[in-house]
C-alpha cells in the first residue's frame, strides 16, 4: 500500500498572489496528476507527469505552472490567485500506464482567495 | 479531443430501487478504458470498476457496468440502492491522458 500527502490542507490567498501546493506520494508511482475539482465542472486535468523532470499539460493548464522535482513529488503553482476564487485540488497518481492504470487520489487541497 | 458526457447533476433515488447512470464517450482511440470513480463526501475519489473489453459485464460492490463500443458507453447500475451508495460517480476514458466526466451526485433516501 501507499499514501499521498498534499500540503496544505487548507490555503487562503490575495488576490494576485502566486501559491504553490505540494503532494507527495510513496506508492513509487510512474505517473503523478493534478486536477481542479470545482462543483458541478467535474475534475479538469490541469497537469501531469509520466516521469521525473516531464511535464504534460492537461486541459485547464493556463495559469497554473507545475514541476516534477523527483518521483515522489509533484508540486503545483497558482501564477496569479483570481479574487473570490474556491476550488479544491486534487493530486493523483498511477502506476505507470496511463491509460489501463488505476489512479490514486490524495486528500486534496482546498483553496480560497479573498 | 476526447470527451465523457454522465447523467447531469443529481439522481435521487429510494432505497431498494435499482440504479443507473449514464456514461457516454468520444475518442478516436479504438482501445479506450473506461472507469467509474465514486467519491463519498469528505473523501476522496477511489475506483470503483474499470474495463477495456468489449460486450463483457464487469463488477464490483455490488455495481456492474459493460463496456459497449459500438454504442461508446459505459453505464453503471445496481439493482437495489443502499443509504450508503449516496456520493459523488465520475466516468473516466484513459488513453494518452485521462478525461473525466463532469460527475453525477447519487442521493438515496429512506
Known amino acids: 500500500g501507499g499514501i499521498i500527502t498534499q500540503t496544505p490542507k487548507f490555503l487562503i490567498g490575495q488576490e494576485g498572489q502566486k501559491l504553490t501546493l505540494k503532494c507527495q506520494q510513496n506508492?513509487?508511482?510512474?505517473?503523478m496528476y493534478w486536477y481542479r475539482q470545482d462543483s458541478g465542472k467535474g475534475l479538469r486535468l490541469i497537469y501531469y507527469?509520466?516521469?521525473?523532470?516531464?511535464?504534460q499539460k492537461g486541459d485547464l493548464s493556463e495559469g497554473y505552472d507545475a514541476s516534477r522535482e523527483k518521483k515522489s513529488s509533484f508540486s503545483l503553482t497558482v501564477t496569479s490567485a483570481q479574487k473570490n476564487e474556491m476550488a479544491v485540488f486534487l493530486c493523483?497518481?498511477?502506476?505507470?500506464?496511463?491509460?489501463?492504470?488505476?489512479?490514486?487520489f490524495g486528500p486534496g487541497t482546498r483553496l480560497l482567495v479573498l | 479531443g476526447d470527451s465523457v458526457t454522465q447523467t447531469e447533476g443529481l439522481v435521487t433515488l429510494t432505497e431498494g430501487l435499482p440504479v443507473m447512470l449514464n456514461c457516454t464517450y468520444q475518442?478516436?482511440?479504438?482501445?479506450?478504458?473506461l472507469f467509474w470513480y465514486v467519491q463519498h463526501l469528505n473523501e476522496s475519489p477511489r475506483l470503483l470498476l474499470k474495463?477495456?473489453?468489449?460486450?463483457k459485464r464487469t463488477e464490483h460492490q455490488g455495481f456492474h457496468a459493460t463496456l459497449h463500443k459500438s454504442s461508446s458507453s459505459f453505464h453503471l447500475q445496481k439493482s437495489s440502492a443502499q443509504l450508503s451508495d449516496s456520493a459523488l460517480y465520475y466516468c473516466?476514458?484513459?488513453?494518452?491522458?485521462?478525461?473525466f466526466g463532469k460527475g453525477t451526485s447519487l442521493v438515496v433516501h429512506p
Open positions: 507527469s509520466i516521469t521525473e523532470n516531464d511535464l
Open positions: 493523483a497518481s498511477s502506476p505507470g500506464t496511463i491509460n489501463q492504470d488505476t489512479q490514486y
Open positions: 474495463s477495456f473489453t468489449d460486450n
Open positions: 473516466a476514458l484513459h488513453d494518452y491522458k485521462p478525461t
Open positions: 475518442t478516436i482511440y479504438s482501445n479506450p478504458f
Open positions: 506508492f513509487n508511482h510512474d505517473t
